[in-house]
């Protein structure tokens, strides 16, 4: 198993919430009339696991 350090390990989380952000608007932009807020809690549960792995 690779172990990666902190500082990578958040830098490819903020790519992953970046990318389904970027892919939530383009869902918006291409498809208005629906609501595309479903996405759960990406926010909390990137802050716990980033506390987690801060700490």
Same mark, same amino acid.
């Given at each position: *198993?690779? *172990?990666? &350090?902190?500082?990578?390990?958040?830098? +490819? *989380?903020? #790519?992953?919430?970046? &990318? =389904? @952000? +970027? &892919?939530?608007?383009? =869902? /918006?932009?291409? +498809?208005?009339? @629906? /609501?595309?807020? #479903?996405? #759960?809690?990406? =926010? #909390? $549960?990137? $802050?716990? $696991? +980033?506390?987690?792995? =801060?700490?």
């Amino acid at each position: *198993m690779t *172990m990666i &350090s902190k500082e990578q390990r958040i830098e +490819a *989380m903020k #790519g992953v919430l970046a &990318s =389904l @952000f +970027a &892919s939530q608007r383009t =869902l /918006k932009a291409l +498809a208005p009339q @629906f /609501k595309w807020a #479903g996405l #759960g809690n990406l =926010l #909390g $549960d990137y $802050d716990e $696991d +980033a506390r987690r792995h =801060l700490a």
